[in-house]
Nanobody, 116 residues
Framework: QLVESGGGLVQPGGSLRLSCVGSGSIFSNYLMAWYRQAPGQQRELVAA???????NYANSVKGRFTISRDNAKNTVYLQMNSLKPEDTAVYSCNARPITNYSINYWGQGTQVTVSS
């Protein structure tokens, strides 16, 4: 089970931090990622972070977003700075076991709206 929090309404240029807490069985040996889906658009990968490796980011968020994980707290974060209206979307947490990337677990999603 994955539970996200931290979404909301923010003005352009502002910041938000999303959190995703996983159950004990879903986190430690999983690739964790954040995806987003804007209205009328396909879901896209925002950022991903393996347990002990380097994160990777969509080009559209590089330099503005930072993904991190705290394995002791079973939590993955997405720090979003310099937010733009085009970042508006439902952001969802995703977990895939490193032994089988075809398995996906999803959180319920959290709305991020960037607007003045």
């Amino acid at each position: 089970q994955l539970v996200e929090s931290g979404g909301g309404l923010v003005q352009p240029g502002g910041s938000l931090r999303l959190s995703c807490v996983g159950s004990g069985s879903i986190f430690s040996n999983y690739l964790m990622a954040w995806y987003r889906q804007a209205p009328g658009q396909q879901r896209e990968l925002v950022a991903a972070i393996p347990r002990g490796g380097l994160p990777n980011y969509a080009n559209s968020v590089k330099g503005r977003f930072t993904i991190s994980r705290d394995n002791a707290k079973n939590t993955v974060y997405l720090q979003m700075n310099s937010l733009k209206p085009e970042d508006t979307a439902v952001y969802s947490c995703n977990a895939r076991p490193i032994t089988n990337y075809s398995i996906n677990y999803w959180g319920q999603g959290t709305q991020v709206t960037v607007s003045s």
